[in-house]
């Protein structure tokens, strides 16, 4: 009975620290990899060392009043963009991460715009192994062309493992499995015109800031589509925690667009030296400049799209930031 107490208070809880914020740049690692969650329980080690990265990409958290169509989510308080141009609105609290709603960039170049009147409740905030609820939600998808569709659903949540995860990238403790199932049933005139589900698997450090890993199966009423990634530098939580000199380092946008102004929020008066490099080290521009406390402007070339690494160099310390140029 002692030995039982002892592990059922060392378990790990996962908080509103554990949550990405403003200004969180994550880059994460798409797999190419069938969906293998493996098992349930306590005291795990899941061992995801041999997932294959196909593709980098990049999730950034803005203040929601930058992102498209702000206006349509006025209870909002973290936005995130992704690598498609899609962004998705959040309600964070202490006790709960709920979805506003979600802005999604169509092939055409149109957008889709989907309003959660009644919130999607995705995270219970604080939990820890066999903690559980379920959510129903309600909102209306707004579609160029065709108008506006109605949507209900619910959400089953259950955290349903803990232990230790390995991936490529390294080795977490303290971590927190969760397992969602979520159906959503679209209307068109009144009537029910289909249903779409997700199953997702993911696993949070309490460590960490952030999903350490995810995976999920989508089932859009045709076919079913998996998705994989994990978080290739995960940042540490903020409470307690001293980061690194860099993380005071804002440059903001990220993603740019090309031969557009970037923000850079510097922490001293001082000469840098500011470099502009592709992943293989080769330089693109470089130029010396008097930086100042607060916010520096710099001029991105006219580039091609990708990912590149911004090298600030002043006397005593040297940062690089990968940067996602547009075009």
């Known amino acids: 009975m002692i030995l039982f107490s002892a592990l059922a208070w060392a378990q790990p809880e996962v908080s509103q620290g554990n949550l990405p914020i403003t200004g969180d740049q994550v880059f994460i690692a798409v797999c190419s990899d069938p969906v293998d969650p493996g098992n349930s329980g306590a005291m795990l080690t899941w061992d995801m060392s041999g997932l294959t990265e196909t593709e980098e990409q990049f ?93 209900d659903g619910n959400l089953d949540f259950e955290a349903d493992g803990y232990g230790t995860l390995i991936l490529p990238n390294g080795t977490y403790n303290n971590v927190v499995r969760y397992h969602f199932y979520r159906e959503q049933t679209n209307y068109f005139n009144g009537f029910p015109a289909g249903t779409i589900t997700k199953e997702q698997w993911a696993w949070v450090s309490a460590d960490h800031r952030f999903w350490l890993l995810l995976m999920e199966e989508n089932w859009d009423g045709f076919s079913t589509t998996p998705l994989i990634w994990y978080d290739k530098n995960p940042y540490p939580v903020s409470t307690g925690i001293k980061l690194p000199e860099e993380a005071l380092v804002r440059v903001s946008p990220n993603p740019v667009r090309a031969n557009q102004n970037l923000s850079i929020n510097w922490n001293k008066n001082e000469q840098a030296e500011i470099s502009l490099l592709r992943l293989d080290g080769s330089l693109i521009k470089k130029e010396t400049r008097a930086m100042a406390t607060g916010i520096n402007n710099y001029t991105c070339p006219q580039i091609s799209s990708g990912i590149y690494i911004l090298k600030i160099e002043s006397p005593g310390k040297s940062i690089s930031q990968k940067l996602s140029v547009y075009r």
Do not use: R
């Open 59 to 151: 999730f950034t958290y803005i203040p929601p009043a930058e992102g498209a169509f702000a206006d349509s989510f006025p209870n909002a308080t973290l936005c995130a963009k992704s690598w498609l141009d899609d962004y998705s609105y959040y309600k964070v609290s202490p006790t709960a991460l709920s979805v506003e709603g979600h802005v999604v960039t169509m092939d055409t170049g149109d957008t889709t715009v989907m309003v959660f009147d009644d919130s999607e409740q995705i995270i219970e905030l604080p939990y820890s192994l066999n903690s559980s609820f379920v959510d129903n939600f309600e909102g209306t998808s707004y579609i160029p062309t065709f108008g506006e569709f109605p949507f």
